[in-house]
């Protein structure tokens, strides 16, 4: 897939069968995260890989789904869970403040890279990060930013043109999402 596809190509997806998703695969995309840009070049993003069916069953209440949507279609149902999670965290001994950026360039290089394995991502802000802390044992020097989870699609997600909304829908098994149109983005060229 050239990098074009892969960019317009990625959607959110809440909705995955039941496949595992090979380790090498899980760690490749973090190999993708570990060369993104960082403020200064200080690295300070780490991970931790969620692939056992017993601790996937102890992540799933801790993140939480599609707030946009009506609370019946949020959630994916039994039998659609994630086959994985990565978990995003900050070392802050290594960088105390400023790493929000070098975070979301780290998950897009994630994200993105998942196209191309033809794996499915949710970003998630909206988590436990408390539970999640003691279930993963996390040391307080860590701050949890966001979980991802992944694996292969069980629904498919399209583009709409954006009209007066920035709301997602769900028709079926296919997710809508609207976006801003090119020409409404670009605010001047000089
Ligand atoms: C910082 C951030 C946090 C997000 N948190 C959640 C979340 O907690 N739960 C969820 O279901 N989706 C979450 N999303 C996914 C967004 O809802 C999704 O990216 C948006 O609807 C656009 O859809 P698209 O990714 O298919 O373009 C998050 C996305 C971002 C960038």
């Given at each position: 897939?050239?990098?074009?596809?892969?960019?317009?190509?990625?959607?959110?997806?809440?909705?995955?069968?039941?496949?595992?998703?090979?380790?090498?695969?899980?760690?490749?995309?973090?190999?993708?995260?570990?060369?993104?840009?960082?403020g200064?070049?200080?690295?300070?993003?780490?991970?931790?890989?969620?692939?056992?069916?017993s601790?996937?069953?102890?992540?799933?209440?801790?993140?939480?789904?599609?707030?946009?949507?009506?609370?019946?279609?949020?959630?994916?149902?039994?039998?659609?869970?994630?086959?994985?999670?990565?978990?995003?965290?900050?070392?802050?001994?290594?960088?105390?403040?400023?790493?929000d950026?070098d975070?979301?360039?780290?998950?897009?290089?994630?994200?993105?890279?998942?196209?191309?394995?033809?794996?499915?991502?949710?970003?998630?802000?909206?988590?436990?990060?408390?539970?999640?802390?003691?279930?993963?044992?996390?040391?307080?020097?860590?701050?949890?930013?966001?979980?991802?989870?992944?694996?292969?699609?069980?629904?498919?997600?399209?583009?709409?043109?954006y009209?007066?909304?920035?709301?997602?829908w769900?028709?079926?098994?296919?997710?809508?999402?609207?976006?801003?149109?090119?020409?409404?983005?670009?605010?001047?060229?000089?």
């Amino acid at each position: 897939m050239d990098l074009e596809e892969v960019i317009f190509r990625r959607r959110t997806i809440r909705r995955f069968k039941q496949d595992p998703i090979p380790s090498e695969e899980l760690k490749k995309l973090i190999d993708y995260a570990r060369v993104a840009p960082a403020g200064s070049n200080i690295q300070c993003v780490e991970y931790i890989l969620v692939e056992t069916p017993s601790m996937r069953e102890q992540m799933f209440p801790l993140v939480k789904w599609a707030s946009s949507l009506p609370k019946e279609e949020r959630t994916p149902e039994s039998g659609r869970e994630p086959a994985a999670y990565i978990i995003v965290l900050v070392n802050t001994d290594i960088k105390k403040s400023y790493f929000d950026y070098d975070v979301g360039a780290a998950v897009e290089n994630i994200l993105l890279g998942a196209v191309n394995f033809g794996i499915g991502c949710c970003w998630m802000g909206n988590i436990n990060a408390g539970k999640i802390r003691r279930l993963l044992e996390i040391p307080e020097n860590y701050e949890i930013k966001h979980v991802i989870s992944l694996g292969y699609p069980d629904e498919t997600s399209k583009m709409e043109p954006y009209k007066d909304s920035f709301k997602y829908w769900k028709e079926g098994n296919e997710m809508h999402v609207p976006k801003r149109d090119l020409a409404d983005i670009i605010f001047k060229i000089l």
